[in-house]
């Protein structure tokens, strides 16, 4: 058994998609086992994803992580991580593959939809940036 982070981003909730994103997580055999609805701040977006504050697209990245409500989630299942990379599908819509998360629901590679960690070591780091143990019923 394996927990990785989810993020539903608020091209999501925008469009009210936050029940068929789950759905899709649950048909996948992965078990939401802590949830909550948030509105990140420009400061908490950019600390979450501080590893990419070089990169060209951070200002944008954290401006749309804060233009609205988030679903941060923590998944179990096993293989958890990787299983949950695999239904997102490509960070680029227009790369993934169908029937994945974002090839239907994204909207560009920012606005695309579902974040998820890219490693156990990351997973535990970014569940820990969200939940308390109490917040996670496994
Ligand atoms: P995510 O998995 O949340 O991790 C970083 C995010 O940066 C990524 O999904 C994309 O939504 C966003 N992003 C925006 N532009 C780019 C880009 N050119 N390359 C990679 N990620 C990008």
């Given at each position: 058994?394996?927990?990785?982070?989810?993020?539903?981003?608020?091209?999501?909730?925008?469009?009210?998609?936050?029940?068929?994103?789950?759905?899709?997580?649950?048909?996948?055999?992965?078990r939401?086992?802590?949830?909550?609805?948030?509105?990140?701040?420009?400061?908490?977006?950019?600390?979450?994803?501080?590893?990419?504050?070089?990169?060209s697209?951070?200002?944008?990245?954290?401006?749309?992580?804060?233009?609205?409500?988030?679903?941060?989630?923590?998944?179990?299942?096993?293989?958890?991580?990787?299983?949950?990379?695999?239904?997102?599908?490509?960070?680029?819509?227009?790369?993934?593959?169908?029937?994945?998360?974002?090839?239907?629901?994204?909207?560009?590679?920012?606005?695309?939809?579902?974040?998820?960690?890219?490693?156990?070591?990351?997973?535990?780091?970014?569940?820990?940036?969200?939940?308390?143990?109490?917040?996670?019923?496994?």
């Amino acid at each position: 058994m394996q927990r990785t982070l989810s993020i539903l981003k608020p091209d999501v909730t925008r469009r009210n998609l936050t029940g068929a994103v789950n759905g899709r997580i649950e048909s996948a055999g992965l078990r939401i086992i802590a949830q909550r609805r948030i509105h990140l701040s420009l400061e908490q977006a950019q600390q979450f994803y501080a590893v990419h504050q070089e990169r060209s697209f951070f200002n944008d990245l954290c401006t749309f992580m804060s233009s609205g409500p988030v679903v941060v989630q923590v998944l179990q299942g096993e293989n958890a991580v990787e299983q949950y990379r695999k239904i997102m599908g490509a960070t680029n819509p227009a790369n993934a593959d169908e029937g994945t998360i974002r090839r239907d629901f994204a909207e560009s590679i920012e606005a695309n939809s579902v974040h998820g960690s890219d490693s156990f070591e990351n997973a535990g780091i970014e569940i820990a940036f969200f939940f308390s143990q109490m917040d996670i019923v496994g």
